[in-house]
């Protein structure tokens, strides 16, 4: 399949939620080139499915773990329950494979190339609600790596996601966050789950390996709430890549420049 046909599996033409896939991963998608994945997609974690949206529910559900773990779970659980997974991963890779990167974009676009076909055998009505994917390292990527490794640390903003208001308007009352235990509300990720709320969506969370049910979320007022500056103050100290997403080596001391993704 080409890096296209790959894109329509996961933002198909008639998909209502398509518009939010994001296609920085998928854009560099080379079959020839694909990392192999160190255990099946369909991967054992331990998964505890109290409380998760049943087939006939309309629910918004929004994963936050680890890269290629969120694409897992996202895939089973567009299997058991139909809904449609949507990646919202928009850390570019480094332009060599091998290269040290503050986020391991490359595990993550290993797991959507091989979980497409996955995906595609799953019957998911367009209008089916969606499963949001994020990658919980996006912010603060991986520590211990030399000075000018690729720094293709994110972060999500409000306007990545749809509006309370579309949620709402398709029959969406609910929004389901799953997370790993004894996690909190990523500080950027409460921006958009903050205005869900206020707009009377109702908020529930599940830890992934926890077999307590899912339970009611009340996400507080984040500092620089629907402040002018908040998307400029998150997007200091970042690397925006040429052809999208985030992605870009550090300025050198003395280099006069801004990196590659500057």
């Not at 773990?65 to 890779?93: D, I, K, Q, T």
């Not at 969506?201 to 620089?224: C, F, N, Y």
């Amino acid at each position: 399949m080409t890096r296209d046909e790959i894109f329509d599996v996961w933002a198909p033409t008639d998909g209502a939620w398509s518009p939010w896939c994001k296609p920085v991963l998928f854009a560099h998608m080379d079959a020839e080139d694909v990392p192999a994945l160190p255990e099946p997609i369909t991967e054992t974690f331990s998964m505890d499915f109290q409380g998760m949206p049943a087939r006939d529910e309309r629910v918004a559900v929004v994963v936050d773990l680890p890269g290629r773990l969120s694409v897992a779970v996202g895939l089973m659980l567009a299997e058991r329950v139909g809904y449609r997974p949507v990646p919202l991963f928009n850390a570019a890779p480094p332009p060599f494979r091998d290269q040290p990167a503050r986020i391991d974009a490359n595990s993550i676009l290993a797991a959507l190339f091989h979980g497409t076909d996955a995906l595609r055998k799953t019957r998911i009505e367009p209008e089916a609600p969606p499963i949001f994917l994020l990658d919980s390292h996006r912010r603060v990527g991986s520590g211990g790596l030399p000075s000018e490794a690729f720094d293709n640390r994110w972060v999500s903003f409000p306007t990545d996601f749809p509006s309370a208001n579309r949620l709402i308007a398709s029959g969406v009352q609910r929004a389901l966050l799953i997370h790993g235990t004894g996690g909190s509300v990523e500080p950027d990720l409460a921006h958009t789950l903050r205005r869900w709320q206020e707009a009377g969506i109702s908020l529930w969370e599940k830890a992934l390996d926890s077999a307590t049910p899912a339970r009611p979320l009340d996400v507080p007022k984040p500092s620089s709430f629907k402040s002018a500056w908040y998307r400029m103050l998150e997007m200091i100290g970042l690397q925006r890549h040429v052809l999208g997403g985030f992605g870009g080596f550090p300025p050198q001391p003395g280099a006069g420049g801004f990196g590659a993704g500057g």
